[in-house]
């Protein structure tokens, strides 16, 4: 399930009610989603799949694993396993309340939020120390 821009809590809501769940959770961002109200960037969207009511673990395995075997291009891929490719994100769970809205305006209130912390990209901690311009390990 793509980022919520073109669905909305109400009907992810009653999608969950009727016990249809996500195969995966993935963002939306392309150069006219980035400036919508429901800020479709991934951990914002699990963030929103939190408030939803899945649990955290689910909400992780939906946005890594899952999506890792509908790719099916590199073995651990989406797993932290040793020798799986070492491109990690590493966010913070912040307790609290926050709100979330959805592309239509809809709100809801979450008891947490994922932030981002860090990105390691090929075994390496992304953008520390910054790299010469332009330059990303291969």
Excluded: C, H
């Amino acid at each position: 399930m793509g980022e919520f821009s073109r669905r909305d809590f109400v009907k992810v809501s009653a999608a969950g009610a009727t016990g249809l769940a996500p195969d995966s959770i993935s963002s939306d961002v392309w150069t006219a989603s980035v400036n919508t109200p429901g800020m479709p960037f991934l951990p914002w969207v699990m963030s929103k799949f939190l408030a939803l009511g899945l649990p955290l673990e689910k909400v992780v395995e939906l946005a890594t694993v899952a999506p890792a075997k509908l790719i099916g291009r590199v073995p651990g891929l989406g797993t932290l396993q040793p020798g799986a490719p070492a491109d990690i994100s590493i966010v913070e769970l912040v307790q609290g309340p926050v709100k979330l809205v959805d592309t239509q305006k809809n709100e809801v209130t979450g008891k947490a939020y994922l932030k981002p912390f860090e990105t390691v990209r090929a075994g390496v901690p992304f953008g520390r120390p910054y790299p010469l311009p332009f330059s990303v390990p291969a």
